[in-house]
């Protein structure tokens, strides 16, 4: 089936430095998400993006994060600077239709900062 | 609050058994989806019920979807080891479409 790749697949880093997560969508959505995921637990929303723009962001999203996808390439999410609970993965989705149909997910990146 | 929740945190059972799944959720929807996550692995969609329909089937998966009580099963029959995962259900809601709402899920293990 259709297939979202994130790069890295983990990633260790010092608190303060920056870093980004790269995910490479499905070739003909226009919906793409991330959400953070503690040990395994509940998928949480942080950011949706559509025709060039965030749509809506949660709480979890802090003034740190920034989202964009610079000319149909890579949808990137930066931390800048990280914080020890950002320590989580960090899955890409991306959908043809919005969140009322499929959301196709990546195999997620593990961020550790330490 | 929760917007959407499984009913239980852990099941076990061995394979060849029935299991069934059980997930509740606040609003009113436009579809209820169920996800299955895998060990290290992304989540991956098993079955998407629209609010129009009660019952939808992919091979040993079975879901139905009740609106008046806003809940949802997800039954597995015939189960194998590689069932074991968590499983999801997720839904978005009626005039915004933006997002899915997941609950914590439910840990299956299946037993050889």
């Known amino acids: 089936g259709p297939k979202v790749l994130q790069i890295p697949s983990h990633q260790i880093i010092d608190m303060g430095q920056m870093v980004t997560l790269n995910c490479d969508p499905v070739s003909n959505h226009l919906y793409f998400y991330w959400y953070k995921q503690i040990l395994g637990q509940q998928m949480e929303f942080l950011v949706n993006f559509y025709n060039g723009k965030v749509m809506e962001k949660s709480k979890l999203f802090k003034d740190q994060f920034s989202v964009e996808r610079p000319d149909g390439s890579y949808f990137t999410l930066k931390i800048q600077p990280t914080a020890l609970e950002d320590s989580a993965v960090y899955f890409c989705?991306?959908?043809?239709?919005?969140?009322?149909?499929?959301?196709?997910f990546g195999e997620g990146s593990r961020l550790i900062v330490v | 609050s929760q917007l959407a929740e499984e009913n239980s945190w852990a099941l076990s059972v061995h394979e060849g058994e029935s299991v069934t799944v059980n997930c509740s959720y606040k609003?009113?929807?436009?579809?209820l989806q169920w996800y299955r996550q895998k060990s290290g692995k992304g989540p991956a969609q098993l079955i998407l019920?629209?609010?129009n329909e009660r019952e939808k089937r992919n091979g040993r998966l079975r879901a139905t979807l009740d609106t008046s009580s806003q809940s949802s099963s997800l039954s597995i029959t015939a189960t194998r080891c590689e069932d074991t995962a968590v499983y999801f259900c997720?839904?978005?809601?009626?005039?915004?479409?933006?997002?899915?709402?997941w609950g914590l899920g439910t840990s299956l293990v299946v037993n050889p």
């Open positions: 019920i629209r609010s």
């Open positions: 997720a839904t978005d809601y009626v005039g915004d479409n933006s997002k899915l709402i």
């Open positions: 609003t009113s929807i436009t579809a």
């Open positions: 989705a991306s959908s043809f239709q919005g969140a009322g149909n499929t959301l196709y």
